[in-house]
C-alpha cells in the first residue's frame, strides 16, 4: 500500500484524516494511537509499547471509525484517507470502561503493598476513565502471588492483566521465548515457558514495561515506595554502550536505574547488568584522604601528595607516571592531562580500565568502561596502555606514580619509591600508597562519558559524594596549585568547555542544560 | 533646645517636648497577633505611626504550593484562626469553581457550610469585642464573651472534633455530617449566647468610660474605605454597604433574610456597634438554615473528589486505587485561574488560585481582609493618643495569622 501511495519525489504519502472533528494530515503507514499522540488526543492502552509490536489484546485503546460496524483498536489499525475517528464518543467511553471494569475484576487490592503503586497504568487509567464504584461484590479468583521466575525477577500472577508485553520485550529484545501465557479464560496466566527460567540478560526490562505490579525485581522489591524517589539523567557507566539512564534515588541512597529513551542509543532498554552496577556506589568506598594509611584532612593529604610528585618530577620526570582510568569522566580525564603534561612535566601517561568482558549484538559491549573513546581522544596518541605500565612497574623504569580512578592495575607497585591514589573505592592500591585521596563516582558528579558510537552524554549529580570524596577535575585543580600551576577550575561545566575547544573530536558537543532531580511523585507524566 | 524656642511652637501650651519614637509590640498585650506599631509621639500625641507585619508569616502561600489541594486545608485554618470554618469554606469554593463542580455540591452540604460558617463569624466577632473591652477594663465582659465563643466552640468540636483547627470542610463538601441533635444544641446555645451579648450590650453601651474611649476617635471616611480597600465590619462601619453575602450571594445565602448593618460615623464605637449587630443576623441566618436544613448527603458523588468510604477501600480495587490517587497524587484540578471571594470574618476573604493541571496549586495567593483594614492605620492614628491605639486596632480586628500568612 505504502509503495503505491509513494509520490514521485521520493516523500512519503500523506493521508488526511479527521479525529474528534479536527482535520489532520499523517503520514501513510502510522497508526492511529501514534497519530491520536502526535496531537495531543488522549487513548489510554495497556499492551502497546512504542518499543514492540502490537498485538492489540487489552482493548483499551479502542476507537470509533465512521463507518466502521464496531469500535477498533487504534494500536493496531493504520490510517486511511479520509479516516474519521472518534475518541471520546459515549459509546468509545462505554467501552473503555467496561474493559477495565474486567480487569479490575479479579485484581488484587494490593496497592499498599504493591511497588508498582504510584506509577501503576491501571491505577491510572482507571482514575482517569472510570471512576466509578465496584459493581462486583463477589470474591476474586486467586492465583499463586509470589513466583520466582528468574534470577532478578519475581511475578504475582494475581495482579498480572495479561497485556503480554513483557513476553514481548523476552521475544523481540531479548530475542528468547522465556515467558507464555497459559489456559484461557479468567484462568489464564503468565508462565515461564517449559523447562525455561526468565534469565536471559534483559529480563528486568520486563519490570518496566509491566503496566501493573505484576513483575517486580527482587533488588527494588519492597524497598522503597516509588512515588518518593528522586529521578536524576545519566548515562550507566557499565560498558562502552552508554546506555541513557534514570538514576532513581532518596536520601542520598541510589535505589534503581531505569533506562531512558534514546533512539540513537539504547532505545527503551538496558541490561540487567548495568542497572545492578549502582549497588558498587554505595559498597566499601574510601571517604576520607589518607596519608600513610591514616585519615587525613584535605589540606594536609594534598601537600603530602603535592611534596610526593614535585619531588620525583624535580629527581627526574622520566620515572614519574601518571595513570588514568577509562572509568573518568571526560572532565577528571580532561583536567588531569593537563596536570601530567603541564606541571608534573611528565610524558608517561598510561590509561588503563576494567578488562574485557562478554558482548552481545543488542546492547552490551566487550569493553567494560563507559569513557574508553573519551579517554583516547583527550589523551591522544602519546597515551601508553596497560601492558606499558606492568612492563614499566616490573622494569623499575618508574620510581613514582600518580594512579587516578578506578582500574584493574597489573604489575607491582611494591617497586615504587612514591604512589599517590585517587580512586573510589578501599582496595590493594589504597593500601599501597603514601597518599590516597576519595574519589567522587559517576552518579555523584555532573560531567559527560564518549561512548563507543563518539557521543558525549551528559552525567548529572544525583547523590551527594560519599564521605569527603570529591569530583576528579576539582582534586586536579588543587594539585595543581600545590604544584605552583597557574589554572584552576570552579567548575565541571568550565572543564568541558575547554576541552571541548581544545579536542578537535569533541568540538561538537553540548554540555547541555542542568537538570534537577524530579520527584517521581510530582512528575505527572508518569504512571 | 532652650526654653526660649520652645515657647515659640505652636503647642507651646502644652509641656514643650521633643518627639520621640515609641515601640508598641511586636511583645505588648494590647498588639494581639505579634504586630509592630513605631509611634513618633510628642507627648501624649502621636506624630506619625509606621505598622510592621510578618512577625507571624509562615509562608502560607509557598507551603501550599507543596501540599495537594486537599492538604491545605490545616493551613487555612490558621489564617484567621478564631473563625477557621469561614476560610475552609472559602478555600473550598475557590477550588471548587476551578473544578467547574460548584452546582454538584449537595444542597446540605451547602446549608452546613453556612451554618458553622456563621457560627465562625460569631466567635470571630466575640473574640474581637471581648478583647478589646478587656483591653479598656472591663473583664467581666470578656469573661462573659469568652463564655459565649466557648460554648459556640464546644459545638463546632463536636461536628469537626477539633476546638480550634477544625479542617471540617473538604472540596466537595463536608467530610462528616453534623451529630443528631447538633440543631437542639445550638438553639439552645444561641440563646444563651444572645443572652451573653445583651448583657455585654448593657454593659458597654451606655458606659460612660467606654463610650469616651470609643466615641469618634479613628473615624474612617466612606471614601477612605473605598480608596483603602476596606471591607467587612471596618468598611460597613464607615458607611460601606459591603457585603459579599449580599452582594455576590454564594452558597445559599440568597435564600435568608438577614440586613447588613452599616454605620454613619467611621468610629470605633461604630465598628463595636456594627459587629454587636453582624452577630445578631449572623444568629438569624442560623436560624433560618436550621429551619430550612434538607436531607442528604454532605460530599459530592464523584470518586475524582471525594474519598471514598474506608469499607469501600478495604474491599474493592476501584475504590482502593481512587483512595490511592486521591492521598498520594491529589485532587487533579484543571489547568487555569480563578479568584473567588466570600465574606471572611474581618471581609473580603479572597482566594486567587492557579492550577497546572497537576494535584497541587501552581499558586494561592490569599486577599486577606485584615492586611488591607490594617493599612488605614498609617492614615487613621496620627493625631490621636497613644492610649487611643488600643481601641482603635483593637476595633481593626487584625488577626495576625492572616494578615501575615
Known sequence: ?527 | MGFGDAANLPEADELPTESMPLNMGPSHPAMHGTVRMVLEVQGEKIRSVDVQIGFLHRCFEKEAENATWTQIFPYTDRLNYVSPMLNNVGYALAVEKLLGIEDKVPERAQFIRVIVGEISRITDHLTCLAASAMELAALTVFFYLMKAREWLWELLEEVSGARLTHSYVRIGGVVADLTDDFCPKLRDVLRRVRAAIADADKMLTSNRIFRDRMDGIGIITRDDAIGWGLTGPVGRSAGLAYDVRKDHPYLVYDRFDFDVPVGSKGDNFDRYAVRLEEMRQSMRILEQAMDLLPAGPVLVDDARVALPLKREVYNTIESMIAHFKLIMDGIVVPPGEIYSFTEGGNGELGFYIVSDGTGRPCKCRVRPPCFANLAVLNQVLPGLFVADVVPTFGMINMIGGECDR
Open chain 1, 1 to 527: 500500500m505504502a509503495g503505491e501511495n509513494q509520490a514521485s519525489s521520493g516523500t512519503p504519502a500523506k493521508v488526511k484524516i479527521v479525529i474528534d472533528g479536527r482535520a489532520h494530515e499523517f503520514p501513510a503507514g502510522l497508526t492511529i494511537l501514534e497519530a491520536c499522540q502526535r496531537v495531543g488526543v488522549q487513548v489510554p492502552f495497556f499492551c502497546w509499547h512504542p518499543g514492540l509490536s502490537a498485538p492489540a489484546v487489552c482493548r483499551q485503546c479502542l476507537v470509533e471509525i465512521k463507518g466502521f460496524p464496531k469500535p477498533v483498536p487504534s494500536c493496531y489499525t493504520p490510517v486511511a484517507d479520509k479516516m474519521e475517528v472518534i475518541t471520546n464518543s459515549p459509546k468509545v467511553l462505554d467501552v473503555r470502561r467496561q474493559m477495565l471494569e474486567f480487569t479490575l475484576l479479579n485484581h488484587p487490592i494490593d496497592c499498599p503493598i504493591c511497588d508498582k503503586a504510584g506509577e501503576c497504568m491501571l491505577q491510572k487509567h482507571y482514575f482517569d476513565w472510570d471512576a466509578r464504584l465496584a459493581r462486583n461484590d463477589g470474591s476474586k479468583l486467586r492465583k499463586a502471588k509470589v513466583v520466582d521466575v528468574g534470577r532478578h525477577v519475581v511475578l504475582d500472577q494475581e495482579r498480572c492483566i495479561l497485556c503480554s508485553r513483557c513476553i514481548r520485550v523476552c521475544n523481540e529484545v531479548a530475542r528468547q521465548q522465556d515467558l507464555v501465557m497459559a489456559f484461557r479464560g479468567d484462568r489464564q496466566l503468565l508462565t515461564t515457558a517449559p523447562g525455561q527460567r526468565l534469565d536471559n540478560p534483559y529480563s528486568l526490562n520486563t519490570v518496566d514495561v509491566c503496566p501493573v505490579g505484576a513483575l517486580t525485581a527482587k533488588d527494588f522489591r519492597f524497598s522503597m515506595r516509588a512515588w518518593e524517589l528522586w529521578a536524576t539523567p545519566s548515562v550507566c557507566p557499565g560498558c562502552a554502550t552508554g546506555c541513557n539512564i534514570e538514576i532513581h534515588a532518596a536520601r542520598d541512597v541510589i535505589r534503581r536505574l531505569i533506562p531512558r529513551l534514546n533512539p540513537a542509543v539504547n532505545k527503551y532498554w538496558m541490561c540487567d547488568e548495568g542497572r545492578l552496577i549502582y549497588q558498587r556506589v554505595h559498597h566499601n568506598r574510601l571517604v576520607s584522604p589518607m596519608v600513610a594509611g591514616s585519615p587525613a584532612s584535605w589540606d594536609a593529604a594534598l601537600a603530602e601528595a603535592a611534596r610526593l610528585l614535585a619531588q620525583a618530577r624535580d629527581k627526574s620526570p622520566a620515572t614519574l607516571g601518571v595513570v588514568l582510568s577509562a572509568q573518568m569522566t571526560n572532565e577528571d580525564l580532561f583536567a588531569f592531562s593537563r596536570l601530567a603534561g603541564e606541571d608534573l612535566r611528565t610524558s608517561r601517561v598510561y590509561l588503563v580500565g576494567a578488562g574485557e568482558g562478554w558482548r552481545d549484538d543488542i546492547l552490551v559491549s566487550a569493553d567494560k568502561n563507559p569513557n574508553t573513546t573519551g579517554a583516547k581522544l583527550i589523551g591522544g596518541l602519546t597515551l601508553r596502555t596497560a601492558a606499558d605500565l606492568k612492563q614499566d612497574l616490573e622494569t623499575g623504569v618508574l620510581t613514582a606514580l600518580l594512579l587516578v580512578g578506578e582500574a584493574d592495575v597489573v604489575g607491582s607497585l611494591g617497586l615504587l619509591q612514591s604512589l599517590v591514589v585517587l580512586t573510589s573505592h578501599q582496595g590493594a592500591p589504597v593500601a599501597a600508597a603514601q597518599v590516597a585521596l576519595p574519589l567522587a563516582m559517576w552518579a555523584e558528579v555532573d560531567g559527560s562519558f564518549t561512548n563507543r558510537q563518539g557521543k558525549v552524554q551528559r552525567l548529572h549529580a544525583a547523590i551527594p559524594p560519599a564521605g569527603q570524596a570529591r569530583p576528579g577535575w576539582g582534586i586536579a585543580a588543587r594539585l595543581g596549585q600545590a604544584l605552583g600551576a597557574g589554572w584552576t577550575y570552579a567548575n565541571a561545566k568550565q572543564v568541558f568547555s575547554e576541552a571541548r575547544d581544545k579536542v578537535t573530536l569533541m568540538s561538537g558537543a553540548d554540555w547541555g542544560k542542568a537538570e534537577m532531580p524530579v520527584q517521581l511523585r510530582f512528575a505527572n507524566s508518569r504512571g
